[in-house]
């Protein structure tokens, strides 16, 4: 079985003190929540205050960028270990706003992919199309590409420790969501590429978390199917009350 996550993307959101409050609210209402793994990311300048908050608690950390180099003249970026010691655990990795605005390539993903798992740390690799690919019909090969890009040169191992998260361009921040079955058909098609590339036992391993304008009220229909394993939730994952109701979709 795999054990679902629920991942809160801050994004360039909340000061430290922001970050505290949001934590204060949203501690008490997971507590003791043990059917899905719960990770926030805040922004960097935050990391270490909410990773003190969290600690020993069911709530992990992650960041929302890492570099492929362990030092360096990388203006900006930050390296895994430095991650590592703040008590960072995941990882995003290849978010289309990074795709879209920064520069970030597949080879560049793959890198920074693959440092993390050399650290230790979980990548949550970011894969989805655009609107015009989703209209074209062409949006399954796409994404399998991106998959196999982020992937290329991991061990099976490695893969299978590794988390995909499918977010359809067209859906993040826009209000739009797949509906159930198209999250399940990419997401289906996702563990597929990924049998091809490493084998089914790391393709039926390996998580994939569908994030675009995740709500409480679409949580449950999402995580019913086979092939969803999680959310990336975004504007959600900044408000206590939501993001603690889509974590608790099992709950009680």
Request: overall charge positive.
């Amino acid at each position: 079985m795999r054990k679902p996550i629920i991942a809160g993307n801050w994004k360039m959101n909340n000061t430290v003190t922001e970050a505290m409050q949001l934590m204060k609210g949203l501690i008490p209402l997971i507590k003791g929540v043990r059917h899905t793994e719960i990770v926030v990311c805040p922004p960097a300048t935050a990391l270490a205050v909410v990773a003190s908050a969290v600690h020993g608690k069911n709530i992990a950390v992650g960041a929302q960028n890492v570099h492929w180099e362990k030092s360096g003249a990388f203006t900006g970026e930050i390296a895994p270990a430095m991650l590592r010691e703040l008590g960072v655990r995941y990882v995003i990795v290849g978010h289309s706003e990074r795709r879209q605005y920064f520069g970030e390539t597949d080879a560049s993903v793959n890198k920074r992919a693959r440092a993390a798992l050399t650290a230790g740390l979980t990548p949550i690799i970011c894969v989805g199309e655009a609107l015009a690919t989703r209209e074209k019909g062409t949006y399954k090969r796409f994404v399998a590409r991106q998959v196999r890009l982020a992937l290329e040169g991991m061990t099976s191992g490695q893969i299978a420790r590794a988390v995909i998260a499918y977010e359809p361009v067209w859906a993040i921040g826009t209000g739009k969501t797949a509906t159930f079955e198209e999250a399940e058909e990419v997401c289906a098609h996702i563990r597929q590429t990924v049998a091809k590339l490493a084998g089914q036992a790391a393709a039926d391993t390996l998580r994939i978390l569908y994030g675009g304008s995740v709500k409480p009220e679409t949580i449950v229909g999402l995580m019913e199917k086979p092939n969803v394993d999680g959310a990336l939730v975004g504007g959600a994952a900044l408000k206590a009350k939501d993001f603690g109701a889509i974590v608790r979709y099992k709950a009680g």
